[in-house]
């Protein structure tokens, strides 16, 4: 059975943002564990309930990576955006993950009350500064990475088809 061209679209920019999230996810576990200190939540007593909390951040990040991914994938109809265009689909990637952020930690911090920030946090518009910092600079590492990975891998997908 042949596949569809939309399938075939389909298929690697759902795989490829696979990856990315993968990756994102990694590279997040480590800002998020970094940037602890900056939230109330690192006094907390309960490791487990501090444990929680990096955990659904962190996984909450590679969503938001995922789904950067997708719509820089989707504005550019192109599966392979990081490598054929690398710095306008980090830039919608980026810029999705950095609107998604400021508008996830006033709600969370403002509205919600779901966490809140330590005295050490800087604010920028009051928005933490670690967090959009966090999308500045992890997607743009995840870029590289993925880069380097196709460049490292290329001869493998060189006869590639989609069948």
Partial sequence: ?????????????????????????????????????????????????IAYAVLHCTLGDAIIAAAGFILAGLVFQDADWPSSRPWSGGAVATFFGLVYTAYSEWQNVYQAGAWAYSASMPLVFGIGLAPLLQWLVVPVATLLIVRAWDRAHAHKAAGATCQ
């Fill in 1 to 49: 059975m042949r596949n569809t061209a939309e399938s075939c679209t389909a298929r690697p920019l759902l795989g490829r943002a696979l990856l990315w999230a993968g990756l994102s996810l990694a590279l997040n576990l480590v800002w998020e564990v970094a940037q602890l200190p900056l939230y109330t939540i690192a006094r907390d007593p309960s490791v487990a309930r």
